[in-house]
């Protein structure tokens, strides 16, 4: 009895957080922050793009990193992932939604593959990681913004 009393209550200050998150984000977010969104779901895309031009080559990177047991699935997923998150960031449609679908992909990326390499050569792309990690929880907080498909539905005038 007490513990599913005590799981309700983690249940409800969990749900009570990421309603105050929402509201928070909601309320705060300049409309300057709409073209660094653009930008973040722009560079995700490209990634998701590149990703399926050269997919052997990503197929091999996910092998290298040690995660061998669904290399080839891992690498057939996450270039669509990333293209479809990334159209869903540019235009403000469920970005938080696609932004913390994001978030374990590029945690995977940052521990599994950057880990592999010398931080600090030149190919390493530790630093684009943490930059667009840091990006996703501010989008995953922020939310779509003023000037997104997701106001724009919002919006009684419409």
């Known amino acids: 009895m007490i513990a599913r009393k005590l799981f ?13 998150i929402e509201e928070w984000g909601d309320k705060h977010n300049p409309k300057w922050l709409a073209f660094l969104r653009a930008a973040l779901g722009i560079f995700l895309l490209m990634r998701g793009v590149a990703f399926l031009e050269n997919n052997q080559e990503f197929e091999e990177l996910i092998l290298n990193s040690g995660l061998h047991a669904g290399a080839s699935f891992l690498a057939a997923v996450i270039p669509w992932f990333h ?31 950057n880990t592999k390499r010398e931080l600090f050569t030149v190919e390493t792309t530790f630093a684009y990681t943490i930059i667009l990690l840091l990006l996703l929880i501010v989008f995953f907080v922020e939310g779509s913004g003023p000037l997104s498909i997701a106001n724009y539905l919002k919006s009684p005038q419409r």
């Open 8 to 20: 309700h209550l983690k249940k409800l200050s969990a749900m009570s957080l990421l309603r105050q």
């Open 83 to 113: 293209i479809v998150g990334g159209l869903m960031i540019i235009i403000g449609l469920l970005t938080r939604f696609a932004c913390i679908v994001q978030i374990p992909i590029l945690l995977g990326a940052l521990f599994f593959v």
